[in-house]
């Protein structure tokens, strides 16, 4: 079971955080690998298929997943803008939303792992707001960092504590 709580985020992105039971290496060498993604994929979208791109990403680094929703199947390509071995990695889709990833190891040797999507840089923010695409996305940021803390659950009695924060579309004001 996993507890969800606010992080601020800001007003233009959705975010979460969850206490992963290693350190943050192992966790950061899981998610610098696009080839390990669908393990975590949370939207269920990603489709089982070879993803195209180096197996260690690194800034300036593309990748390609196979993807699929409502029936369709896509690719979507990300560009790797941010890396901090070992604490942060980054990258930007097709749309201009930021994908990121902050990693902070604890004295006890677990990681507070933070997912983050940024849409104030999206082609399209206003519309990713009205459509709801920032609520599904902040579902999809949980399942997700659900998924991460229980591949590396050392103790099956110790319950992943998750951290959310979105604000509804509807109590934004449009910039």
């Known amino acids: 079971m996993v507890t969800v709580v606010d992080v601020d985020a800001g007003p233009t992105a959705v975010a979460r955080r969850v206490e992963v039971a290693a350190p943050a290496a192992e966790v950061f060498a899981l998610i610098a690998d696009p080839r390990q993604h669908r393990e975590l994929d949370g939207s269920g979208r990603m489709r089982d298929l070879p ?5 260690r990403l690194s800034v300036g680094d593309s990748f390609t997943v196979a993807m699929e929703q409502a029936g369709v199947p896509y690719q979507a390509t990300s560009t790797v803008t941010a890396l901090e071995d070992g604490k942060t990695i980054e990258w930007q889709d097709g749309y201009g939303r930021r994908w990121r990833w902050e990693l902070s190891e604890t004295e006890a ?45 050392q103790n099956p009695g110790r319950p992943a504590v998750c951290h959310a924060r979105w604000v509804s579309p509807n109590l934004r004001a449009a910039s």
């Not at 993803?51 to 197996?55: F, I, K, Q, T």
């Open 51 to 55: 993803v195209l791109g180096p197996e």
């Open 109 to 153: 040797g677990t990681t507070e792992v933070t997912e983050s999507m940024e849409f104030g840089t999206a082609l399209t923010p206003l519309f990713d707001q009205l459509s709801g695409d920032t609520d599904q996305h902040a579902s999809t940021i949980t399942e997700t960092l659900q998924k991460l803390a229980e591949r590396f659950a």
